[in-house]
């Protein structure tokens, strides 16, 4: 199973942007997709962006299409969020998961690895 660490978030004002960074060890994301979910005080965790790393396929959820970009760098074994625009209600606790295959899914029940999440937060 593969271990995730996130890293990248912090205090940022609206219309801000900031890139979330999700590090792979133990293995490599080949045969993974790799998702972004996000999970706001009092909310259930919801489904943000994917790509699956072996095409290269995204997704992304309506409310961030445009303005987030999900990126891969076979290099460093690394997934990234790009998030522009920030507004307030992107405030939440970010976390990067892993499922193998090439499909991407939306639900967070289908990704069997997560990382730590680290915390975004977007003032007014």
């Known amino acids: 199973q593969v271990q995730l660490v996130e890293s990248g978030g912090r205090l940022v004002q609206a219309g801000g942007s900031l890139r979330l960074s999700c590090a792979a060890s133990?293995?490599?994301?080949?045969?993974?997709?790799v998702g972004w979910f996000r999970q706001a005080p009092g909310k259930e965790r919801e489904f943000v962006a994917a790509i699956s790393w072996t095409n290269g396929g995204t997704d992304y959820a309506g409310s961030v299409k445009g303005r987030f970009t999900i990126s891969r760098d076979n290099a460093k074994n690394t997934v990234y969020l790009q998030m522009n625009s920030l507004q307030p209600e992107d405030t939440a606790v970010y976390y990067c998961?892993?499922?193998?295959?090439?499909?991407?899914?939306?639900?967070?029940?289908?990704?069997?690895?997560w990382g730590q999440g680290t915390q975004v937060t977007v003032s007014s």
């Open positions: 133990g293995r490599t994301f080949s045969n993974y997709v």
């Open positions: 998961a892993a499922r193998g295959g090439l499909n991407i899914r939306r639900t967070p029940l289908e990704y069997n690895s």
